[in-house]
């Protein structure tokens, strides 16, 4: 196995990858997730009769994977399940202790989990590369709607303060014109849950067709929007399928945009500081004027 899918937890890309399986992959990786304590314990012949899937169906899902085969699949898997792997949420109702603690800290454990695998899915190259096409842009439009808008939002007015020209609209109407507006040396950054948000997409395309650079920034690995990225970010995908939008998502998103603005803030030290302090100037003028009023 390459050294970076080696890297990459197995459980974390598999939900990730959910959305963009045909029904037999969907089946078989389902089975895994289901329970994979199970899955370590069991020969091909049991997960073909406990799956419905065939075994060269299981064969092929473990390959496209980046693994060789059924074996290779399990010791991946079993490497993961000794450092941790997925940790459940049952508790009573009453969010009492459970065997790992109460409902409440099981979120924050979640949470802490979540941006260890956010950090371990996405490789430093990549994440280098997306920050430098920030540093060189003429202009960075952000793309996003729904709960991935704020995320959006937020990103842009990181990297305003430090100076570099972001900005994003709130209209997806809006955004299509502003993406239709983008050219050679920009960049088009969209963020989308799903990965598959068409409006978002749509954004990327277009912007792509006119000579951007396009990142992505998504919880769903290799859905709709990591084909119209040039540069793919993933958020960890949440197992928790009770909740209609990732659990997680918010806080490994957002981590993802501090760790690009720490990035090109650093690089650029000179530059952050002049605009953080001219900033501050004013805004402390504007706050103090207020209160003489």
């Not at 998504?218 to 659990?247: C, G, M, R």
């Not at 990035?263 to 004027?289: F, H, I, P, Y």
Request: proline content about 3%; charged content about 20%.
């Amino acid at each position: 196995m390459p050294e970076e899918q080696s890297r990459r937890p197995l459980l974390v890309y598999i939900q990730g990858t959910l959305p963009s399986l045909n029904p037999t992959e969907r089946v078989i990786a389902s089975y895994v997730l289901d329970d994979p304590e199970r899955v370590l314990s069991s020969s091909i012949g049991e997960m073909r009769d406990g799956s419905g899937a065939s075994v060269g169906s299981i064969v092929g899902f473990c390959r496209t994977l980046g693994l060789k085969g059924f074996a290779d699949f399990k010791i991946a898997l079993a490497r993961e399940l000794a450092q941790g792997g997925f940790s459940g949420f049952a508790s009573a109702a009453d969010g009492s202790s459970s065997q790992n603690g109460t409902v409440f800290e099981k979120v924050f454990q979640f949470h802490a989990q979540s941006l260890v695998d956010t950090l371990q899915i996405n490789s430093q190259e990549t994440m280098r590369r997306s920050a430098q096409a920030l540093e060189r842009a003429h202009r960075i439009e952000l793309f996003a709607i729904g709960i991935s808008y704020p995320i959006a939002y937020l990103a842009s007015c990181k990297l305003r303060l430090i100076g570099l020209p972001a900005s994003t609209q709130f209209d997806s109407h809006m955004q299509l014109v502003a993406a239709t507006q983008m050219r050679k040396g920009d960049v088009a950054f969209g963020i989308s849950c799903s990965g598959a948000t068409s409006e978002t997409v749509r954004c990327l395309e277009v912007a792509r067709s006119r000579g951007a650079r396009t990142i992505c920034l998504t919880n769903s690995v290799k859905s709709p929007i990591t084909h119209a990225a040039d540069l793919a970010l993933f958020a960890t995908p949440s197992e928790i399928k009770y909740f209609q939008a990732p659990l997680a998502s918010r806080i490994t998103q957002l981590a993802l945009v501090d760790a690009l603005f720490v990035w090109l803030a650093q690089k650029n030290k000179d530059r952050t500081a002049v605009q953080l302090r001219n900033a501050g100037e004013e805004l402390l003028k504007q706050r103090l004027s207020h209160r003489s009023k």
